[in-house]
């Protein structure tokens, strides 16, 4: 029995392409790529508490850097 691709939520779906933006603003603020993959692995959270407080990709990754 084949077993059905998870579907996941247009609020998922929204948070993973900001985390992809923040990634790219990571990088260039200097972070090489796994870098700012890790940092963003290791501090999931932190970043999506910044995601449902409306800051834009840009400036999570300014706070990041700070």
Request: charged share 35%.
């Given at each position: 029995?084949?077993?059905?691709?998870?579907?996941?939520?247009?609020?998922?779906?929204?948070?993973?392409?900001?985390?992809?933006?923040v990634e790219d603003f990571l990088v260039k603020g200097g972070?090489?790529?796994?870098?700012?993959?890790?940092?963003i692995e290791e501090q999931i959270e932190w970043f999506t508490?910044?995601?449902?407080?409306?800051?834009?990709?840009?400036?999570?990754?300014?706070?990041?850097?700070?």
């Amino acid at each position: 029995m084949a077993k059905k691709k998870e579907e996941l939520d247009p609020e998922t779906l929204e948070l993973i392409q900001w985390c992809i933006e923040v990634e790219d603003f990571l990088v260039k603020g200097g972070a090489t790529v796994e870098q700012a993959q890790d940092h963003i692995e290791e501090q999931i959270e932190w970043f999506t508490d910044l995601f449902y407080d409306g800051l834009t990709p840009e400036e999570a990754a300014k706070e990041a850097l700070a």
